[in-house]
């Protein structure tokens, strides 16, 4: 019984390295979360095979995990508060740090840590207001300072944004030596004309289009675990709903617990995407949601919601079922998706 994630290792590791050696600004690999469909150990020794300097984690809770993978340099995204249990005398850690007040209590504590100074952006999620950047050079100074770090919106191109903030944060800071922006939602190529337009050495740091950029390499599927027969009327399943027609049910491994039918909230846009929305709503509220299971070259319905560890499928009975211990694919989100075992092709 499993959700199976097939890798064409040699097709996946060759976009890896082309993806790193291609451009003139350096890559920072993203591991955080489920890591991307992987997992961030996974991930964590691809990045020290390709030989990358940092790698990038989510929370300190991951960097826990991370040390005997990666044996480069470990950037926190996270930014870090005065509550969180730190690794502050880690000589490969480095910190994020987005408020004044959290800056000058980490000075307090002493030891000089490394860090990167997030920059408010128009994202508006972290960082530190550019006007106030000035006021914080000094207890900057009381640290090893690795660079400011601008985490960008997806949406749009931002390479100004990028240039004018980082023109802003040198300026402010203008007696340290260091010009380096690490930099997240930037292509190489917008990233490589800040770094020309400012003379600073900027770092990207990648997740989606690195790990996921060739989807033609990744195939999640799941084991066929049984296939019932269904009269119409006959009922089934938790909520005991008889069945509109004839036709099969067909139990598949990948549940709740794997992530499968689990979806952040889509953010609809066009007219298109609205009419999308209402249809898929109208068909929920009728008890019918579709299935990320391919049976048939088509989607399929859920017989049912999905179960922890397995789902219920519904198959008409002019569709051939798939056998007991058979493969089927599934079309997942990755980063919201966890797979029992990868199988490396």
Known sequence: ??????????????????????????????????????????????????????LAVGTYEELARLDDAFAGDLLVLTPWRPWMNARLGDERVIHTVSRPSDLHALVERGGRPRIVLEVLTSMRRHGV?????????EPLAETRFEGFALHLPLAGDHRDEARELAEMAFGAVASSPVRRIWVSHLSRQAASDVASAIDADVRVRVGSDLWLGDRSALS??????????????????YRQRPARRAGHIVVV??????????EAPSAVTSIRQRAVSVAKGGLEATGRALSPFRIGGKQRWFAEPPHMQCSMLWLPRDVAPPEPGDEVELDVRFTTTTADRIVWE
Do not use: C
């Open 1 to 54: 019984m499993s959700l199976t994630l097939h890798v064409d290792a040699s097709r996946w590791r060759e976009h890896l390295r082309r993806f790193v050696d291609t451009g003139r600004v350096a890559v920072v690999p993203v591991a955080k979360g489920n890591g991307y469909g992987f997992g961030n150990e996974t991930l964590a020794a691809e990045a020290g095979a390709l030989g990358v300097e940092t």
């Open 129 to 137: 207001d550019p006007t106030q950047l000035e006021a914080i050079a």
């Open 220 to 237: 999640m599927r799941a084991t066929v675990l049984d296939v019932h027969s269904l009269q119409r009327g006959e009922r089934y399943g």
């Open 253 to 262: 491994a990948g549940g709740t617990a794997h992530g499968v039918a689990l």
